[in-house]
């Protein structure tokens, strides 16, 4: 059972950046960042392979940069040029297997954090 724990939410305004960071107990082929708003369905937001191939939503392409650590099994999310439409719980996911659909969608990953919470005022 791998275990996740996310760091670096908060409270920003409009333009401002955070960096999340999520720890895991042992290592992990896929990870990514989901997000989850208020009455809104949780959505992938970044995802990251072991090899360091990422893959984006498109409404972070340009903003929010996904890297990893392996040796640490560190995952972060450096987040830039935040909107409010951003406010929302930030989740960490991981998995360990090679081939288990698409890097966005939840059912990729079977291990999840408990989230933390990012919030972007006008």
């Known amino acids: 059972q791998v275990q996740l724990l996310e760091s670096g939410g908060g409270s920003v305004q409009t333009g401002g950046s955070l960096r999340l960071s999520c720890a895991a107990s042992?290592?992990?082929?896929?990870m990514g960042w989901f997000r989850q708003a208020p009455e809104k369905e949780r959505e992938g937001v970044a995802a990251?392979?072991?090899?360091?191939?990422?893959t984006y939503a498109d409404s972070v392409e340009g903003r929010f940069t996904i890297f990893r650590d392996n040796a640490k099994n560190t995952l972060y999310l450096q987040m830039n040029s935040l909107k409010p439409e951003d406010t929302a719980m930030y989740y960490c996911?991981?998995?360990?297997?090679?081939?288990?659909?698409?890097?966005?969608?939840?059912?990729?990953?079977?291990?999840w954090g408990q989230g933390t919470q990012v919030t972007v005022s006008s």
């Open positions: 996911a991981a998995d360990r297997r090679v081939e288990a659909g698409s890097a966005l969608t939840r059912d990729r990953y079977n291990y």
């Open positions: 042992e290592y992990t082929y896929y």
């Open positions: 990251i392979r072991i090899d360091y191939s990422t």
